[in-house]
């Protein structure tokens, strides 16, 4: 099982493919599976890193105190221990949020960034308000009724209902296995962030949202892509929050032509020289 030490957690990864780095930040309660398909479909290009976020899965949690700065930091030591510099850097939902850290504090470590609808409350408040309300009764009061692993149910059918009604037992007890530390996560230190900090972000971005995504979600994801000095926008016809799972297709598309923008980008950049 290849792991590595990172900060004071052992992370479980994988590594295929061969060419410029690729990694994949997975979102709450997930882990380096949920990117398989996506990783596969890119791997003839490139080198695809997928991840255990710590305390997920095959990884351990160590001893500091979770947040998503401690995420970022992560996964900016193993961007640097696996030599992945600079590369592409795809995150969906918290995945994401932690992606944009990294962004912002370890753009020299990138080439570009994939955001697909992060959860950046701080963007808009009054957004990040109707989610909350929206989802946090119904998982404290199924997790009252049934456990963390109802919780982790009721979070998903209302967050990700195309997600939840079209995978498997199998890999929903993935999702309820990592109960526990998802609902740390939640709880834990978010990104803060505003449109004035987005602007001295550096990296090309592509930011993705869902059209059947809860709304404020997809609200949160233009203003972070109107944010950003250099960030184009893809809304994905039919697909809810995961939108890399529920419409891999177009995802894969979207992300493998910003991989190839990016690739030009840096043969004209070597070019010029």
């Keep these: 099982m290849p792991t590595i030490d990172i900060n004071d957690a052992r992370i479980y990864f994988e590594r295929t493919g061969s060419g410029r780095g690729i990694l994949f930040v997975h979102g709450m309660c997930g882990d380096a599976e949920v990117w398989a398909d996506q990783a ?15 305390g997920h899965s095959r990884s351990s949690r160590g001893d500091a105190t979770i947040s998503d700065s401690l995420h970022a930091d992560d996964a900016a030591a193993l961007i640097e ?3 992945l510099a600079p590369c592409l850097l795809v995150g969906s939902s918290s995945g994401a949020a932690v992606a944009v850290e990294v962004a912002l504090r370890h753009g020299h470590l990138l080439r570009g960034a994939v955001f697909s609808e992060p959860p950046l409350f701080s963007l808009d408040p009054v957004a990040g308000r109707v989610v909350l309300r929206d989802v946090v009764p119904r998982v404290e009061q199924a997790t009252a009724a049934g456990g963390p692993a109802a919780g982790v149910d009721a979070f998903f059918s209302v967050v990700c209902p195309g997600l939840w009604s079209m995978i498997d037992d199998e890999r929903r007890n993935r999702y309820r296995a990592n109960a526990d530390i998802g609902f740390t996560d939640l709880r834990s230190p978010s990104l803060e962030v505003t449109a004035g900090d987005l602007a001295a972000v550096a990296v090309p971005a592509l930011v993705v949202a869902g059209s059947e995504s809860h709304p404020s979600l997809r609200s949160i994801a233009r203003q972070l892509a109107a944010a950003l000095p250099d960030a184009r926008f893809v809304e994905l016809e039919g697909s809810g929050h995961v939108t890399y799972a529920e419409r891999p297709d177009e995802f894969a598309d979207a992300a493998s032509s910003f991989a190839t923008e990016l690739d030009r980008r840096a043969a004209a950049a070597q070019g010029g020289r």
């Design 81 to 83: 221990a696996l030599e």
């Design 40 to 54: 596969r479909r890119l791997s003839d290009r490139y080198t695809c890193v997928r991840y255990d976020r710590r």
